[in-house]
């Protein structure tokens, strides 16, 4: 028995719904539904390879596409080991609605486009509903990516776009955590488009979109800093660090790096910033000698490693380096000021000898000689500061002595000479209440 193209496709489909009809009763088992319904699909895929004009073609995809959308309900998506299976006829189903919209908008009615339409619709937002709740991955960009061609209008399509935007952001945040920078910047790279179409398929998106092409822009910035950093570092080793001449022109171009990185970082990554600055640091210390310009730089480091507290860099080398320098600044501020500080008194007691002279008499005399020289000569400003009797309680006199006398208890308007005879005074004193311990 013959029969034209027309027909065949016709009686593929009508074979196709007979397994159809059964696959969709109450109570079959999953396996049983997925056996009849992948029974009917094979035949309603070859009434669309007889179908013949938009009204057979669209009639062939929307049976395929609810096959589909039944097929996917057989499999659960909270389970790892079947999500993808459901996605995969989910996504396919969508597809095929998709054609059977396009070949059926000029021959079928309204009420046939409007229950594929539905179809469809409960396809899309229930992958993009999942797929917004899985975690990040390359399967599941490819998988939005697939759905973004079948969605069917421009803010559906804004939606998946973005969804695969945000899902790529994720991945070049998890590399950037992995200190994979290359691969970040990759993955940022990649947003930019997809964030900047998804406006144009739905302006409403705007302000999320603005938001993350901002943190985009900040990761970006902070991978370029990163890169340009381990260039100059390259650089650095090979081709100044190691050479008995310098090339002082090259050595600025290097410092122009580790500078650019610097800027990139600025008020995004304050632990990159801090690492460029240290590497600049060592440039003006090292190659360029200039210390004062060092100091600045690795200044600037260390103060940015102190406000990333409680985090700690002591094993890292660049912190090693600002610390160190930072430290030995230090020391050198402090020598400089002790030796101001003791030309200074230098030339206090030599003005004091004569009465140091008579201090240290009263101290070779006994601890009870030097506190009642002590009252006597130098009586305490305040009134209420008396002394007590060092016999029998010497201990006790030389310590309320020691409160009395000490440089700290001095009033204001003391001036420089009196406060370093007040140390010296505190110094034989103690030496005194030592011994009584």
């Known amino acids: 028995m013959s029969f034209n193209m027309e027909t065949c496709s016709t009686t593929l489909r009508n074979e196709g ?64 080991s079947e999500v ?21 908008a000029s021959c079928k009615s309204q009420l046939w ?33 697939k759905l973004y061609e079948a969605a069917p209008t421009s803010i559906l399509k804004g939606r998946c776009i973005l969804e695969r935007a945000v899902s790529t952001f ?56 990163v890169q340009k950093r381990k260039v100059a570092d390259s650089l650095f080793r090979a081709h100044i660090f190691g050479e008995e001449v310098v090339n002082f022109d090259f050595v600025w171009d290097v410092i122009d790096m580790f500078k650019h990185a610097v800027i990139l970082t600025r008020e995004k990554d304050a632990e990159q910033e801090a690492i460029s600055l240290s590497r600049m640091g060592k440039m003006f210390e090292s190659v360029v000698k200039l210390p004062d310009k060092a100091k600045e730089y690795y200044k600037r480091s260390f103060q940015l490693a102190l406000s990333l507290h409680p985090r700690t860099f002591n094993i890292k080398g660049w912190y090693q380096d600002c610390s160190s320098a930072v430290e030995r600044y230090q020391q050198e501020t402090y020598r400089r000021e002790a030796e101001e500080a003791y030309k200074d008194k230098e030339k206090y007691l030599k003005e004091l000898k004569p009465e140091l002279d008579s201090l240290k008499e009263a101290f070779q005399n006994g601890g009870a000689a030097l506190v009642r020289y002590l009252y006597k ?37 003391s001036d420089e000479k009196r406060f370093v005879l007040y140390e010296e005074i505190t110094k034989l004193l103690l030496e005194k209440y030592e011994i009584m311990k």
């Open 17 to 80: 719904n007979s397994f159809y009809n059964q696959a969709t009763q109450k109570g079959l088992r999953p396996w049983t539904v997925q056996d009849l319904l992948q029974k009917g699909i094979r035949l309603y895929q070859e009434a669309l390879k007889a179908a013949k004009g938009d009204d057979e073609t669209a009639s062939a995809c929307k049976n395929i596409a609810q096959s589909y959308r039944i097929m996917a309900t057989t499999f659960d998506y909270e389970s790892k």
């Open 84 to 104: 993808e299976r459901w996605l995969f006829f989910l996504v396919e189903a969508l597809e095929k609605f998709k054609v059977a919209l396009q070949c059926g």
């Open 377 to 413: 000569k130098y009586p305490p400003s305040n009134p209420s500061h008396t002394m007590v009797e060092p016999d029998g309680n010497l201990k006790k006199s030389l310590m309320v002595a020691l409160k009395h006398y000490h440089p700290d208890k001095q009033t204001k308007d």
């Open 170 to 225: 994720k991945l070049g945040v998890k590399a950037y955590e992995l200190e994979d920078f290359t691969k970040c910047l990759q993955y940022m790279s990649d947003c930019r488009a997809p964030l900047a179409e998804a406006t144009k398929h739905d302006p409403l998106l705007s302000e999320r979109v603005g938001d993350y092409q901002q943190r985009v822009f900040m990761h970006i910035c902070i991978c370029e800093s």
């Open 113 to 145: 486009l409007d229950s594929a339409e539905e179809g469809m619709n409960l396809c899309f937002e229930s992958v993009i509903e999942v797929l917004g709740d899985k975690e990040a991955s390359d399967k599941k960009i490819d998988m939005l990516r």
